[in-house]
């Protein structure tokens, strides 16, 4: 069975529900960046030009970081964050998408010259590192592995869905080009690149990250842990303290398990039978430096005799 079956079909409906967020946020972020290379080419020539590129390669990476969190928080049905929350949730990892995403980069693109299939592996098994560095906090070089691990076993259904994303981009691509094509020509290429970045970046975003969650909810099944290592908390479970929740029937004594049945004496465990507590200790063990107090009896009279003397 593929454990990757309906991904599209869900990210599509989470796409049409959310299309206002998330579109909202792809277009200010292609915007902005849009308007800052437009600027720089201008003023600058090569060295804008090139300048132009780096940003649109860093905003690139915000972006990508950007929806991967946005998807994260739009999982339990509404958006919590606003659009610069959402930003400013997702720029302590910027460094490391763009590590990550580079020498992903050169590494697939090597493999793509070389002989293609070992490009097409490095893409199916690295499919999810943005998801592993934004959800689960990890480092640039720490997520390859942690990616691979994931998709180990689910290879082929990876590639499949990554390869039908793929259609759906280069038909949309086709069409806003052939929409744009009036246009003068650096106009229609600068619109098209925004529009179909923004039509196409959300929903790319919402593949990824839910083949990402389908592939940890396969780890958690099988034993392993899904964050890095660390199990997530059951679902309507509450915490203590950061600890799971103690076992059903069992009180708390100032975070202590519960005392035995029979009571407790000052914290401690029941004196054994016949044995008398003296606040809550053991009575010293006879023949010890302190022999125990010797109970006198009384004559029916009341009266005590005097205590033996001593030597």
Known sequence: MNPLSGVLDEAWRMYKTFAKHLLAIAFVIYLIAAVITALLALAGG??????????????AFVLQATLVKAVQDVRDGHADLSIGQTVNEALPFIASV?????????????????????????????????PVIIIERSGAMASFGRSRALVRGHG??????LVLVYIIMLVVNIVLSLIFRALPHVLGEGLSSVISGTLISPFLALVVTLVYYRLV????????????????????????????????????????GQPPQGGGYGGYQQPPQGGGGYGGYQPPPQGGSEPPTQQVPRNPEGWEPPPQSQR
């Not at 132009?52 to 860093?58: D, K, P, Q, Y």
């Not at 082929?156 to 869905?161: E, R, S």
């Not at 997530?232 to 479970?237: A, K, L, V």
């Open 217 to 256: 909810g396969i780890s958690v099944a099988a034993g392993a842990g899904p964050y890095g290592g660390y199990q997530q908390p059951s679902q309507g479970t509450p915490g203590y303290g950061g600890y799971g929740q103690p076992p059903q029937d069992s009180g708390n004594y100032g975070g202590y």
């Open 156 to 161: 082929w259904h990876v590639f499949g869905t």
């Open 46 to 59: 090569t060295i804008g030009i090139l300048l132009g590129s780096l940003v649109s390669i860093v905003a």
């Open 98 to 130: 763009a590590g990550a995403s580079i020498l992903a980069g050169i590494a697939i693109t090597i493999g793509l010259l070389l002989l293609i299939v070992p490009g097409l592996f490095l893409i199916t098994i690295w499919a999810v590192i943005v």
